[in-house]
């Protein structure tokens, strides 16, 4: 069995405490390296509180995660914000670009307080832009760069820091049917057989480029199929 | 290091993005800072000049009048009254005048029904008048040995009467003391301490004896104590003068009247400081009432921030070192104000510029403690704020 990248065990999420909402119920998952996973699910069915959970931006009300072997409920926040930093990459539906900078700023973010020269910050997030095909557009801002741009822009900085996971929530949502091509097609161009590739999306179409598809429904893990590639 | 050259970067372009929002949060610290700058330049400056006077004319002069005795029209100090005050210890030097009773002056023919209605005082002055005073001539000489010795009928007048008779310098002048006439000889510079002087003419005390046979009776010393002993030396005059006589002796400090006017005023200064410190506590309020709508705005970018691994610790020093610049830039800025604002009205009222430059760190210090204090709870509140409720995941 390939080691896991991540692995949730009996992970449950509760919110509200005179009213509980159940959000996840003792849900089990292992992300291996590798995988091209997407997370479906209607509205509801827990898929934003699993993004969260898997991306170390929350933490479970039961259960345990964890990443590279280490229990993310044990650490504190600036352990768990480097592990953040360091594994995962995130790529948003409304892009989050930060709107002050350029495109390079926003790429140099994810590369912040880790020691590295201000040159060689430049130059890793210039390649990563030149890797989304942004190479040309390193000192425009947001405003003036398209939606598809805009999140080529944040794959770009989700990939600068070569992390073990990509998470995207809904990353063709907010694109037209040509970017939103071109996005995916960019994702599948990410996989690797070190790197997992997670797609949160309600969108069939996007959910069946990946190889392998997780459905959810009302907190729980409904099906967990694998798409058998044909080489 | 590198880390926190990063945050500087991160906090430097965090306030240049938003120019207009970073200039009016400024805007408290900088008219803090200028109005306790301007304030204090201000009240200080005011009086600059008064106290360079007062520099330059040192605060050791004493005068002494007579009070004489009662029934006396004309109080006068005995003979050697100047020798008696000499007498003191603490006394440096000491010269007296004795004004002259009845001695009508003429500048011009056809001039006496004016003068007579209003006379010009006559003073019968010791040589060393000048040097107690410590005031020079504005031109030609002061009396000397030589119109002793000679028995000179030379006069001097006074600055502000030269200025009435239209003298020009070095012209030949006379002017008819009683039935006499008198040359004048020079122009005494003003008298700071004792304007009155101004308006006099001075003759020597051997002229005054024989031409007007007066006795030579001081009416009014002029007395340099060392410095620092003013009071007790002025304390002092009294009985060294009348020693045990009937004369009675007022004694009085000039420079005393010109220092208590030379204080800056210091319930304007503080009611301006206060005012000061208000703008610069409102100002500290629109920090943080500003910063903490700017926290609600930018939560998407604390929200990408933290996702892509900044601590809450750095995101809120990111916050807080926004408010410190915003506290130092204000600050500077408040002060070249300030500095500005006192030399432009200081140019326009001819006042000499005071500033008080060890105190603006100070009110810097200030300006970035209120800062800092008001970024506070944004800051805070920055860290607290969830990346899974900022980012709205879909």
């Not at chain 2, 991160?10 to 993005?17: D, F, R």
């Not at chain 2, 207009?20 to 700058?37: F, S």
């Not at chain 2, 304030?39 to 360079?52: C, I, N, P, R, W």
Request: aromatic content about 4%; proline content about 4%; glycine content about 10%.
């Amino acid at each position: 069995m390939t080691e896991a990248l991540l692995e949730l065990e009996h992970v449950s999420r509760v919110y509200g405490e005179e009213v509980p909402v159940h959000a996840l119920r003792d849900v089990s998952l292992r992300v291996e390296a590798g995988d091209f996973l997407a997370i479906i699910g209607p509205s509801g069915s827990g898929k934003s509180t699993m993004l969260g959970l898997l991306g170390c931006l929350d933490l479970p009300s039961s259960g345990t995660i964890r990443i590279g072997g280490q229990d993310v409920g044990a650490l504190d926040d600036a352990s768990r914000s480097a592990l953040r930093g360091d594994s995962i990459g995130f790529v948003f539906q409304q892009f989050h670009l930060i709107p002050h900078l350029t495109a390079l700023g926003n790429v140099e973010t994810a590369l912040l307080y880790r020691g590295i020269k201000p040159s060689v910050r430049h130059d890793r997030a210039r390649a990563a832009l030149e890797r989304v095909g942004l190479g040309a557009r390193v000192d425009h801002r947001p405003v003036q760069m398209s939606g598809g741009e805009q999140q080529r822009v944040a794959i770009a900085r989700a990939i600068v820091t070569e992390p073990l996971m990509i998470l995207a929530d809904e990353p063709t949502g907010a694109l037209d049917t040509a970017n939103a091509a071109n996005v995916l097609g960019i994702f599948e161009s990410l996989q690797s057989p070190e790197r997992a590739v997670v797609i949160v999306t309600h969108d069939m179409g996007v959910a069946d480029t990946a190889h392998r598809k997780v459905s959810m429904r009302d907190g729980e893990i409904v099906a967990d199929e694998r798409r058998q590639l044909v080489s | 290091m590198s880390d926190f050259k990063d945050l500087l970067g991160v906090a430097w372009s965090g306030l240049t993005a938003r120019r207009i929002r970073t200039i009016l949060i400024m805007l408290g610290p900088i008219v803090g800072v200028a109005a306790m700058v301007g304030a204090v330049g201000l009240t200080e400056s005011a009086k600059g000049d008064l106290k360079h006077k007062l520099s330059k004319l040192g605060t050791s002069l004493i005068t002494a009048t007579a009070g004489g005795t009662f029934g006396q029209s004309a109080p006068v100090f005995p003979v050697d009254a100047v020798h008696r005050v000499m007498a003191v210890p603490t006394v440096t030097g000491a010269a007296a005048t004795s004004e002259l009773q009845g001695v009508i002056a003429v500048p011009a023919v056809g001039a006496s029904d004016h003068y007579q209605a209003f006379p010009v005082p006559v003073q019968a002055a010791d040589l060393d008048l000048p040097a107690v005073l410590r005031v020079p001539m504005v031109s030609g000489r002061w009396l000397d040995d030589a119109d002793l010795a000679n028995h000179t009928r030379a006069i001097v007048l006074g600055a502000g009467l030269a200025k009435q008779y239209g003298y020009v310098q070095g012209e030949q002048r006379t002017v008819r003391l009683g039935n006499v006439d008198f040359g004048v000889i020079g122009v005494l510079g003003p008298v700071e301490l004792d304007p009155g002087l101004d308006n006099a003419i001075f003759m020597t005390q051997w002229a005054a004896k024989h031409v007007f046979l007066t006795e030579g009776k001081p009416t009014k010393l002029y007395v340099r104590s060392a410095e620092g002993r003013t009071k007790d030396t002025a304390d002092a005059l009294a009985t060294a003068i009348s020693l045990g006589g009937p004369e009675s002796v007022k004694t009085d400090v000039p420079s005393d009247v010109l220092a208590a006017s030379a204080q800056a005023d210091k319930t304007l200064q503080q009611t301006a400081l206060f005012a000061g410190l208000l703008a610069l506590a409102v100002g500290g309020l629109g920090i943080a009432n500003v910063m903490s709508i700017s926290v609600i705005q930018r939560s998407a970018e604390i929200g990408i921030r933290r996702a892509v691994g900044h601590t809450r610790a750095r995101v809120a020093s990111q916050f807080l070192l926004e408010a410190l610049f915003v506290g130092v830039l204000g600050g500077l800025v408040g002060a070249a104000f300030g500095v500005v604002l006192v030399h432009l009205i200081s140019g326009l009222a001819g006042w000499v510029v005071v500033i008080a430059f060890r105190r603006i760190p100070i009110w810097i210090g200030l300006a970035v403690i209120v800062s800092v204090a008001a970024g506070l709870y944004p800051s805070v509140k920055a860290a607290r704020l969830e990346p899974l409720e900022t980012l709205r995941l879909g």
